[in-house]
């Protein structure tokens, strides 16, 4: 009966070990950004934020067990207008000497009926208030290279920036606000295979040999 136990025991960690055998990615933040949209007047204006990085913890054989922590630098908003910039970075928006990060980690992910898009939910949090959200990810596909194995992600959400306190607007003498509430929000993620150290040479304990002086 003892053997029997741990027998079991044994079977049951090794399938824990096989359950949490994700691999780390790197988000290459060279190859990566966070771009969005949003109405002014009659029509959108664009911009991104050039600083995406984080980790995505993927587990191929089981995408469920996999993880997604993403960071973004609200300084490194970019809309091709420096004033502009300016003001996007001051306390009328992202006041980002307050918040300096944008932030996802997920907490469950789910496959959809669509192949390679699959349903994260995790807590979003900008301009220093948190909610959980889900978002539709697609994974694009696998590259292998001589620099480590690659990933790559795409998302495309809408969030409503007045839910996360960022409220500045103007209204029209004819009526209507300058700018629109719901912002169109796309991120592209690329993501390079995590390596694990070199191992440094063993280095003797023994003590180095006498040298003879004749």
């Not at 587990?59 to 996999?66: Q, T």
């Not at 969030?159 to 719901?182: E, P, S, T």
């Amino acid at each position: 009966m003892k053997f029997k136990t741990l027998t079991a025991v044994a079977l049951l960690l090794s399938a824990a070990s096989i359950a949490s055998a994700a691999d780390a990615f790197n988000v290459d933040s060279s190859h990566s950004e966070a771009m969005f949209r949003v109405r002014h007047f009659m029509t959108k204006v664009s911009g991104k934020f050039a600083d995406v990085s984080g980790v995505v913890n993927v587990d191929k054989a089981n995408p469920a067990a996999s993880s997604v922590n993403i960071t973004i630098k609200t300084a490194t908003i970019d809309t091709g207008v420096a004033d502009r910039d300016k003001h996007l970075r001051s306390a009328d928006f992202f006041d980002t000497d307050k918040f300096p990060e944008i932030s996802f980690k997920s907490t469950k992910i789910a496959p959809t009926s669509r192949k390679d898009v699959f349903d994260v939910t995790g807590d979003f949090t900008m301009h220093g208030i948190t909610k959980q959200i889900t978002i539709p990810v697609e994974v694009l596909g696998w590259q292998a290279n001589p620099k480590g194995e690659r990933v790559g992600f795409s998302l495309n959400t809408s969030v409503n920036r007045k839910d996360y306190g960022v409220i500045w607007n103007r209204a029209l003498d004819n009526g209507g606000f300058m700018l629109g509430d719901d912002v169109e929000v796309n991120v592209a993620v690329e993501a390079v295979k995590q390596t694990a150290p070199p191992t440094p040479p063993a280095t003797s304990t023994q003590p180095p040999a006498a040298t003879s002086t004749h």
